[in-house]
């Protein structure tokens, strides 16, 4: 949960990129020896409530190294699934539903709801996992669908510039139709966007 009174809390707040690089500090040797993959997504939170950003890692995270004041750390998580096919999961997803331009290799946002679902179903298809179809179709709605405007990193063309790009957070019931796939899904995440705090999947029963 992070603290608004914190300079360096509001300056990751606005700036996904910044608030990346902070929350790999927490695991950077694993990243350097190549045993990490650490994914995040910004909650929603309602009224007056303090930002609260949901982190998954593959090791154990070293927060002492946050400056003093960042955030109030909750105690992890173990989360060790054991996928079993058929098994039916309620999901949370922020990503970024986009395609890619034939001719100019441009990614380019998708605009309707038909569309980004399909989008969805696809990835979720690929990764082992498949939405569950009630009497209207799918059962998924789209909670949140938003534009993150961030700077572009160096070596990007046009750096310095602001890009936007499409945030939508998807909520779910899925069912598990390959557990390995679906085991490296959730721990590679869905879709681009890692480093923007998107696609964190989240499962529960």
């Not at 569950?132 to 179709?137: H, K, P």
Request: proline fraction near 7%; charged fraction near 30%.
């Amino acid at each position: 949960m992070l603290n608004p009174a914190s300079r360096a809390a509001r300056r990751d707040l606005a700036n996904p990129y910044e608030m990346h690089r902070t929350l790999c500090k927490a695991v950077s040797q694993a990243l350097k020896e190549g045993r990490e993959r650490l994914l995040w997504r910004l909650e929603p939170t309602r009224g007056l409530e303090p930002p609260v950003v949901l982190v998954q890692t593959l090791t154990e995270p070293n927060w002492s190294v946050l400056e003093e004041g960042y955030a109030e750390v909750f105690p992890p998580k173990a989360f060790h699934p054991v996928f079993q096919v058929g098994q039916r999961l309620r999901f949370r997803l922020r990503a970024n539903p986009a395609m890619r331009l034939a001719a100019t290799g441009k990614r380019v946002a998708l605009k309707t709801p038909a569309e980004k679902i399909a989008w969805l179903e696809r990835r979720l298809n690929t990764g082992g996992l498949r939405l569950l179809e009630g009497e209207e179709g799918p059962w998924v709605r789209i909670l949140q669908d938003t534009f993150l405007e961030v700077r572009r990193r160096k070596g990007e063309e046009e750096k310095g510039g602001l890009v936007q790009v499409q945030a939508v957070l998807f909520e779910g019931r899925l069912e598990v139709v390959d557990p390995e796939k679906a085991r490296t899904t959730l721990e590679q995440g869905v879709g681009p966007g890692k480093a923007l705090g998107l696609g964190l999947l989240s499962l529960a029963p």
